[in-house]
């Protein structure tokens, strides 16, 4: 290198460090800026000047952890312009968010260390298991077994060991989640069971469940929608022999698995039955090598949380919203598996799911919804209109042409999907999945819920398009008695714009 070279290399050297100075100072400007507009605004509020010491403290901790009335529950406060979510969004003020989190939602996202710690989430489970109706304790810790979950109990058996009462083995597992405990002994699948498939290529995160599938025989998984649950189904049903049960909670959603079981798994699908979760009484007296619960928080209903006692080797649970307004989300785990779960945050870094963009208009009534329906749908685009009320659908459809699926419609997927536009009614609301959709419009709904509203917006997660589009169309009177359904979105760190 002669002297003019590095001549120049210093130059450019000098220049670079000169742009960082100019830099430096222009931030400190906008800085300065943001403080004295801060300490305007806090003028004007009359909230008197602002101690930048103490800020500086809250930003270490910027939120607020309060116990409920639920003993092992806690409220978590936090601004709601910081871009922070944690468990299950209950309530917002103009300010704030509030959630409420719990000793199991560990296991379904990530719950930042230092609020493990003030909760107590980091304690040593017991090492209490459960297995062919006994509870297996240790020789030193079988009496506090027996004691802290009697109720549940026979009697005891050996010294490491008690029976459980007939019919209470989830209802124990449950608690035992609840607790902090993950009471399942690993069954790895034997090889015996197992067979090469290669049509469906699993990606990185798909092969970790997968392997952890191998060595546990039953995991539940709680992935974002879009995040291909379907897909590790059915590499499941190919890669494992005998007879396999998948179980979902609507002919629209059957219809799809019998769609995708055609296209992959043609050689296998004599194999493979589907049913509802309505349809305890055809499957009660069966055994399977394989159970998947697609959709799986339908299961602790009380109407269909029998299915957990079929007879089956392993087990898949499937939700991408594994949480339910009766509080049970204890007992998706207890009747699925292993939680398996990833942070919709880190699946959008992954760009394995789409964000979309949401947009609630608020209107003054009925008429004023139906007129800026019509304003939308002048943008042609791949849409789902969703109507759970049958008479609008039919006016809907009336209006602009358009199908109309609902319970009655036989061969709902090839409608929508040869479909431009159609309007959909509840029995859309979860599993679908349609590359090409751009853009769902919600124009009539069920009331404040959360679950139909997450489900919902999933469809366009699982969308290839470019930027998709989710529309809620509200009245000022159900934005005022049901904008709670729309916590759903916030809570996964998704803005809303609303306009009036």
């Known amino acids: 290198m002669n002297v003019d070279e590095i001549v120049e290399i210093r130059k450019v050297i000098n220049q670079a460090l000169s742009r960082i100075d100019d830099l430096v100072r222009e931030i400190e400007k906008e800085k300065q800026k943001l403080k004295e507009e801060i300490e305007k605004r806090m003028y004007k509020l009359q909230l008197g000047q602002i101690d930048y010491a103490q800020l500086q403290e809250f930003f270490e901790e910027p939120y607020v952890i309060l116990p409920t009335r639920k003993k092992d529950q806690w409220y978590v406060i936090a601004p709601r312009w910081l871009n922070f979510q944690i468990g299950w969004l209950e309530r917002q003020t103009k300010g704030y968010n509030i959630f409420i989190v719990n000793k199991y939602i560990k296991w379904f996202t990530d719950i930042p260390k230092p609020i493990q710690e003030k909760l107590g989430l980091t304690e040593q489970p017991f090492p209490f298991k459960v297995q062919d109706g006994k509870l297996i304790t240790t020789e030193e810790l079988q009496e506090l077994a027996w004691q802290k979950y009697r109720k549940y109990l026979y009697r005891k058996e050996g010294k490491d060991q008690i029976r459980i009462k007939k019919g209470y083995e989830f209802r124990l597992i449950a608690q035992m989640v609840e607790d902090g405990t993950l009471p399942f002994i690993p069954k790895p699948i034997e090889p015996d069971d197992l067979r090469p498939y290669d049509k469906i290529k699993l990606r990185p995160y798909q092969t970790e469940a997968w392997q952890k599938f191998l060595k546990t025989g039953a995991i539940g998984i709680y992935w974002a929608f879009g995040a291909g649950k379907s897909f ?98 204890n007992y998706i785990i207890a009747l699925t598996g292993f939680p398996v779960g ?26 004023e919804k139906m007129r800026k329906l019509e304003e939308l749908l002048q943008i042609p685009m791949k849409t789902i209109i969703f109507c759970d009320w049958i008479k609008l659908g039919e006016q809907i459809s009336k209006k602009f042409n358009i ?33 090409d959709l751009e853009r769902v419009i919600e124009i009539a709904f069920l009331f404040g819920s959360r679950m139909q509203e997450s489900q919902r917006f999933g469809r366009l997660m699982h969308s290839l398009q470019r930027q998709p589009e989710h529309i809620i169309l509200m009245t000022e009177k159900e934005f005022e008695a049901y904008q709670k359904r729309l916590y759903a979105i916030t809570e996964r760190g998704f803005r809303i714009e609303y306009i009036r």
């Open 342 to 367: 990833m942070s919709w945050e880190h699946l959008i870094k992954l760009k394995v799911v789409k964000e979309p963009t949401f947009r609630v208009y608020i209107l003054k009534n009925e008429k």
């Open 232 to 329: 590790f189904g059915l590499y499941a049903l190919g890669r494992i022999k005998g007879r396999k049960l998948v179980i979902v909670p609507s002919l629209t959603l059957k219809e799809q698995w019998q769609k995708r079981i055609e296209q992959y798994l043609p050689e296998y699908k004599n194999e493979i039955e589907i049913q509802t979760y309505h349809a305890y009484h055809k499957v009660r007296d069966k055994t399977y090598t394989l159970i998947i619960f697609d959709e799986a928080q339908h299961l602790p209903a009380n109407t269909f949380i029998r299915l957990a006692t079929l007879r089956t080797k392993y087990r898949l649970g499937f939700s991408g919203s594994p949480f339910r307004e009766d509080g049970r989300e």
């Open 403 to 435: 199908p109309f699926i609902y319970s009655e419609t036989k061969d709902r997927l090839d409608i929508i999907r040869k479909s431009n536009t159609c309007v959909v009614s509840r029995v859309g609301d979860e599993g679908l999945s349609f590359p």
